[in-house]
């Protein structure tokens, strides 16, 4: 008897998490900026595809917070206010806080040294000062890094999405005078608290790196 073959849908990544993607990075580099209309014709006819899979693409942007849908009206680029960001971060800064101090209490020797390469990697891409990108990305890794070690999937997922929204507007903060320097030494400050197991240092450094970020942000 021959063995079932499986669907085309688990053998490969379904079209519409492609479509989803793609659309996600559009939005973050601001091909597609906060409050445009998002015209399905126009996006169908250029990735090639049925409205149906871009239907549930955007659904899926929908529940990161990155689109918001209007009834009757379609799908439009998310945009953020100063009340949205104030509360995008506060919520992470409960979130990572609280994750730091676990990562300070529980982490093993390995995994400090995993999150002190993170961060040596971080102070090398200071050097070249236009390169925001390169920061950011290694500022994520981190970040993520630390959620990781901290061992809740749950805080995880929830700061991945809230992360998400933080891009509407998080790369422009970068680009503010002085700000890499800050959020460097905020950083180092942090890891300094991790490598001496200090908890409530750990705690308390990364919430001031947080709100330091909104401050940035605003």
Same mark, same amino acid.
Do not use: C, P
């Given at each position: 008897m021959n063995a079932p073959t499986l669907p085309q849908?688990?053998?490969?990544?379904?079209?519409?998490?492609?479509?989803?993607?793609?659309?996600?990075?559009?939005?973050?580099?601001?091909?597609?900026?906060?409050?445009?209309?998002?015209?399905?014709?126009?996006?169908?006819?250029?990735?090639?595809?049925s409205r149906t899979p871009l239907r549930e693409a955007l659904k899926v942007l929908a529940t990161e917070g990155l689109v918001t849908m209007k009834v009757r009206r379609g799908a439009y680029v998310t945009e953020v206010n100063d009340q949205d960001l104030s509360d995008v971060f506060h919520l992470m800064?409960?979130?990572?806080?609280? /994750?730091?101090?676990? $990562? *300070?209490q529980s982490a093993t020797?390995?995994? %400090?040294?995993?999150? #002190?390469? =993170?961060?040596?990697q971080l102070e090398k891409s200071t050097k070249d000062q236009k390169d925001h990108i390169r920061f950011f990305t290694l500022n994520e890794a981190f970040h993520?890094?630390?959620?990781?070690?901290?061992?809740?999937?749950? /805080?995880?997922?929830? $700061? *991945?999405?809230?992360?998400?929204?933080?891009? %509407?507007?998080?790369? #422009?903060? =970068?680009t503010k005078p002085g700000r890499i320097a800050e959020s460097l030494a905020e950083h180092a400050v942090l890891m300094a608290a991790l490598k001496k197991r200090d908890a409530a240092a750990a705690h308390?450094?990364?919430?001031?790196?947080?709100?330091?970020?909104?401050? *940035?942000?605003?």
């Open positions: 849908s688990l053998k490969q990544r379904a079209l519409y998490e492609e479509v989803a993607e793609l659309l996600r990075e559009k939005i973050f580099n601001h091909q597609l900026a906060a409050g445009a209309w998002i015209d399905e014709l126009k996006i169908a006819a250029e990735y090639g595809i800064a409960l979130l990572e806080a609280d /994750a730091a101090r676990t $990562v *300070a020797d390995q995994q %400090l040294k995993e999150l #002190e390469t =993170l961060h040596q993520t890094k630390l959620l990781e070690v901290a061992n809740n999937r749950w /805080a995880g997922q929830m $700061v *991945a999405d809230l992360r998400k929204v933080m891009k %509407l507007n998080r790369a #422009e903060s =970068l308390a450094a990364m919430q001031a790196h947080i709100n330091s970020g909104l401050e *940035a942000a605003g």
